[in-house]
């Protein structure tokens, strides 16, 4: 594996970035501390070894051993001799849910609140690009993927990670899980050209609702690299499930965005006795 250094853009120039200024061993700790945080390490997973983390980072066995050390210390993992470092942290967030949908324009106080059909009718309108397959693949449903969906361990998915990009720069890295037999004669090439919601909606999948989580994690090598920004920059982490009209979860996404190149806002309006709150969540590449 090529060793990448630090605190340099994916195109290898120096940027102002504030990590750049941190300790090599605590930007790699911040990156593995929000992997487990956010469940990405699971309970009882090995974290990558020694040798690995040198060749992935570009760094000393010293500074690997001072790393993991540093997660031990923060009780997120333990270190068995021999056997390597493992997580015994067990990642639990207070999450919030409700319909997501996107609409264009700005945000008005009085518009009405946008549905599913606003957010399949915005994809449709939207001007033709290609999108930069990275991975297309058969894996196993585990860990939070699997409970997203509500399949059982091991249950087969279509894997598919895409770059979309706007005006010349990629806005956003993500990473779905349909259930193997939604996706049944999907190819490649299919997924560079449409959004993943309306190739469910072709094959016949009645989106009702979707279901979103936003926090926020630090660049990797490889989302720097795909999303062309520095490693350690802050990015949007955006979990989303997508449900039709049976109660199905017929989509788990996993997505990062660079948030200077992208728009998440959200509107709340407080509902009249007998009414149902309404809220409205609107998501555009700026």
């Not at 349909?178 to 993943?196: R, S």
């Not at 090598?221 to 109660?247: K, Y």
Request: with cysteine; net charge positive; hydrophobic share 35%.
């Amino acid at each position: 594996m090529t060793s990448k250094r630090l605190g340099k853009s994916a195109t290898g120039a120096a940027e102002d970035n504030p990590l750049s200024r941190t300790p090599i061993y605590h930007q790699i700790f911040l990156l593995l501390r929000g992997k487990i945080l956010e469940g990405e390490y699971l309970e009882g997973q090995y974290l990558p070894g020694e040798r690995e983390l040198c060749e992935i980072y570009g760094i000393s066995r010293i500074t690997a051993v001072r790393v993991l050390n540093e997660l031990a210390a923060a009780g997120l993992v333990v270190r068995e001799q021999g056997r390597g470092t493992r997580v015994k942290f067990i990642a639990q967030a207070t999450v919030v849910r409700g319909p997501m949908a996107t609409v264009t324009g700005e945000v008005r106080p009085n518009a009405r609140a946008p549905s599913v059909e606003d957010w399949l009718d915005n994809l449709r309108r939207r001007p033709p690009t290609v999108a930069t397959v990275h991975v297309f693949e058969t894996a196993e449903a585990k860990g939070p993927v699997a409970e997203g969906l509500g399949l059982p361990e091991g249950s087969k998915v279509l894997k598919v990670t895409r770059v979309w990009r706007f005006e010349g720069k990629p806005y956003n890295h993500i990473t779905t899980h349909v259930p193997f037999d939604l996706a049944n004669g999907w190819t490649k090439e299919m997924l560079e050209q449409k959004p993943l919601s309306l190739l469910l909606e072709a094959s016949g999948c009645r989106i009702a609702r979707m279901e979103e989580r936003v926090s926020a994690v630090l660049a990797d090598m490889t989302l720097a690299e795909r999303l062309e920004v520095s490693f350690g920059t802050p990015l949007l982490r955006v979990t989303r499930t997508v449900i039709d009209e049976t109660e199905r979860p017929v989509d788990y996404l996993i997505g990062y965005y660079p948030p200077e190149r992208y728009d998440y806002a959200v509107s709340l309006t407080r509902s009249k006795p007998g009414q149902k709150a309404n809220g409205r969540a609107n998501l555009r590449p700026i």
